[in-house]
C-alpha cells in the first residue's frame, strides 16, 4: 500500500501549528477584529463542551480540575478551600487567583481556513451563554445543522479603555451549508474530535507535586499563554466558583 498523502499532510500541518497537541488536535483562537466561523454538529447532540481548569499554579496553560471535572481529590482546590476559610485578605486574593475556573469548547470550521479541517475553540461562560441564548431563539435553532445552520460572525478586541479583550458574537442571517464542495463537507461531518482525549489528565500525586513547586517559588511562570488561553473574568463568577467549591 502507497503512502497515504492526507495523512502525511495532516503530520506536517500538526509540526506547524502551534496550537495543537499530542493529539492531533487543533486549537483556534480569534485574531483581533472579525473572524467567521461555523460550529459544527457534535455525534452528541452537544457541540458545547465544559471543563474546569485551574491556572496560575506554574502550568502554562492550566490543567483540568480532578474535582470538578472527575469528582476525584484535587491538592488545589483543597488549598484553595483553607485559603479561603482563613479570611484574611491576602490568603482569599491567592485562592480567588487559584480556584478552578470554567471553560468551554466546540468543534468549529474557520472560514478563510475551510481546508484546514476542524479546530476546536475555547470561550468563556459568558459568550457560552450567549451561545445558548441564540440557539434557543426560534429565529435561528440548531446553528450547527449542516444543510441550514448558521455562521457566526466573532468580533473580538479590546475596546478603547477596556482593561480585557472581549468577544461580541452575531449570527448570519442567511443559513448556509457547512461547505459546498460535498468532499470538505463529508470529512467535516465525520470528523469526531473526542474531548475526554484532548486534555491532560494528571494523578494527584502530579498535581500536588506541582502545587509543592509553586508554594515554593520554584515556579515563577504563572502565564497562561499555552493551549488553553483563560480569559479574565469578572468577580461574580469567581465568587460562584468558590460557592461552587466550598459546597462540594
Given at each position: 500500500?502507497?503512502?497515504?498523502?492526507?495523512?502525511?499532510?495532516?503530520?506536517?500541518?500538526?509540526?506547524?501549528?502551534?496550537?495543537?497537541?499530542?493529539?492531533?488536535?487543533?486549537?483556534?483562537?480569534?485574531?483581533?477584529?472579525?473572524?467567521?466561523?461555523?460550529?459544527?454538529?457534535?455525534?452528541?447532540?452537544?457541540?458545547?463542551?465544559?471543563?474546569?481548569?485551574?491556572?496560575?499554579?506554574?502550568?502554562?496553560?492550566?490543567?483540568?480540575?480532578?474535582?470538578?471535572?472527575?469528582?476525584?481529590?484535587?491538592?488545589?482546590?483543597?488549598?484553595?478551600?483553607?485559603?479561603?476559610?482563613?479570611?484574611?485578605?491576602?490568603?482569599?486574593?491567592?485562592?480567588?487567583?487559584?480556584?478552578?475556573?470554567?471553560?468551554?469548547?466546540?468543534?468549529?470550521?474557520?472560514?478563510?481556513?475551510?481546508?484546514?479541517?476542524?479546530?476546536?475553540?475555547?470561550?468563556?461562560?459568558?459568550?457560552?451563554?450567549?451561545?445558548?441564548?441564540?440557539?434557543?431563539?426560534?429565529?435561528?435553532?440548531?446553528?450547527?445543522?449542516?444543510?441550514?445552520?448558521?455562521?457566526?460572525?466573532?468580533?473580538?478586541?479590546?475596546?478603547?479603555?477596556?482593561?480585557?479583550?472581549?468577544?461580541?458574537?452575531?449570527?448570519?442571517?442567511?443559513?448556509?451549508?457547512?461547505?459546498?464542495?460535498?468532499?470538505?463537507?463529508?470529512?467535516?461531518?465525520?470528523?469526531?474530535?473526542?474531548?475526554?482525549?484532548?486534555?491532560?489528565?494528571?494523578?494527584?500525586?502530579?498535581?500536588?507535586?506541582?502545587?509543592?513547586?509553586?508554594?515554593l517559588g520554584e515556579d515563577g511562570?504563572?502565564?497562561?499563554?499555552?493551549?488553553?488561553?483563560?480569559?479574565?473574568?469578572?468577580?461574580?463568577?469567581?465568587?460562584?466558583?468558590?460557592k461552587d467549591l466550598l459546597a462540594?
Amino acid at each position: 500500500m502507497g503512502i497515504d498523502l492526507k495523512k502525511m499532510r495532516q503530520k506536517l500541518s500538526d509540526l506547524h501549528n502551534k496550537g495543537g497537541n499530542g493529539n492531533g488536535v487543533k486549537f483556534w483562537k480569534p485574531s483581533d477584529g472579525e473572524n467567521v466561523i461555523r460550529i459544527l454538529p457534535s455525534p452528541d447532540g452537544d457541540p458545547f463542551k465544559h471543563f474546569h481548569f485551574h491556572y496560575n499554579v506554574g502550568e502554562k496553560a492550566g490543567f483540568l480540575c480532578s474535582k470538578k471535572n472527575f469528582g476525584d481529590d484535587c491538592p488545589v482546590c483543597d488549598f484553595v478551600s483553607k485559603l479561603y476559610n482563613d479570611g484574611d485578605d491576602e490568603s482569599r486574593q491567592l485562592a480567588r487567583k487559584l480556584v478552578a475556573k470554567s471553560r468551554f469548547f466546540s468543534p468549529v470550521v474557520v472560514r478563510g481556513e475551510d481546508n484546514e479541517g476542524a479546530k476546536v475553540w475555547g470561550y468563556s461562560k459568558t459568550v457560552y451563554e450567549n451561545l445558548l441564548q441564540l440557539v434557543l431563539n426560534p429565529d435561528y435553532g440548531d446553528i450547527t445543522d449542516a444543510e441550514a445552520g448558521t455562521d457566526l460572525a466573532l468580533v473580538y478586541g479590546k475596546a478603547p479603555g477596556a482593561m480585557f479583550p472581549s468577544t461580541n458574537i452575531t449570527a448570519r442571517r442567511k443559513t448556509s451549508k457547512i461547505s459546498s464542495d460535498d468532499a470538505l463537507m463529508k470529512e467535516l461531518m465525520e470528523t469526531d474530535i473526542d474531548f475526554d482525549k484532548i486534555f491532560e489528565v494528571k494523578t494527584k500525586e502530579e498535581v500536588g507535586a506541582i502545587l509543592d513547586k509553586f508554594l515554593l517559588g520554584e515556579d515563577g511562570d504563572n502565564g497562561s499563554d499555552g493551549v488553553v488561553v483563560t480569559e479574565k473574568s469578572g468577580g461574580s463568577s469567581v465568587d460562584d466558583a468558590f460557592k461552587d467549591l466550598l459546597a462540594s
